[in-house]
């Protein structure tokens, strides 16, 4: 079946650190992925997304490449600002449903 | 583009009552409208899809006639919560597909319902 699993959080930086959270995914077919971020009391917001293997996604500074060999779609951040604290999920679109199979959620605490 | 709206944002209601929570895609047509509901550190779980038009389509476990789901128009999807108990607490989200990009969808802010 389809699933996605990201690194257990909570991952905490200091101000200016580089990011890395980590998200595997098994899937039938080819899924497109996604990386939405959570910011306290709010909905998800789409962060970036890759299509197929090989692409990038990238948005604010975030990237993320679609790894196909190694069914990876790890973020990453060359300098985290305390705004970017947050829960990210990591996701797939499951190419038989259309549906949104989401990761675990990993919460990011950037400190000054 | 691609805003989503929820109404209202928080909800405070008495058990045994009706809530409804509205679900509008402000700059687009949605044919396809999904409701999760998350729970505390927790991640999303997909209650139903919903296609303007049509019945929705629920996941299992999720009680039809408890959470009833109207999508009337392309641009508003409401979920409606009956004889909402303590348990049904929770924070829950829509999100909207437009139909020029059917793998992406996008969230409404939430919807924090308690009920007393």
């Known amino acids: 079946g389809n699933s996605v699993t990201q690194m257990e959080g909570p991952v905490t930086l200091s101000e200016e650190a580089f990011l890395t959270i980590n998200c595997t995914y098994t899937?039938?077919?080819?899924?497109?992925l996604f990386w939405y971020v959570q910011y306290p009391g709010e909905g998800l917001q789409l962060l970036l997304k890759a299509t197929k293997a090989d692409d990038k996604g990238s948005n604010k500074g975030f990237e993320a490449t679609y790894r196909k060999e190694t069914t990876s779609f790890h973020l990453e951040k060359g300098s985290v600002q305390v705004s970017d604290s947050a829960v990210y999920f990591c996701?797939?679109?499951?190419?038989?449903?259309?549906?949104?199979?989401f990761g675990q959620g990993t919460t990011l605490q950037v400190k000054p | 583009g691609a805003v989503v709206s929820q109404h209202p944002s928080r909800v405070i209601c008495k058990s045994g009552t009706s809530v409804k929570i509205e679900c509008r895609s402000l700059d687009f047509q949605a044919t396809t409208m999904f409701w999760y509901r998350q729970f505390p550190k927790k991640s999303l779980m997909l209650m139903a899809t919903s296609n303007e038009g049509s019945k929705a389509t629920y996941e299992q476990g999720v009680e039809k006639d408890k959470f009833l789901i109207n999508h009337a128009s392309l641009t508003l999807s409401t979920l409606t919560v009956t004889s909402a108990h303590p348990e049904d607490s929770s924070f829950y989200i829509c999100?909207?597909?437009?139909?020029?990009?059917?793998?992406?969808?996008?969230f409404g802010p939430g919807t924090r319902l308690t009920v007393l």
């Open positions: 999100s909207a597909k437009t139909s020029g990009d059917t793998d992406t969808q996008y």
């Open positions: 899937a039938t077919g080819y899924p497109s």
């Open positions: 996701a797939l679109t499951a190419s038989n449903t259309g549906k949104l199979i």
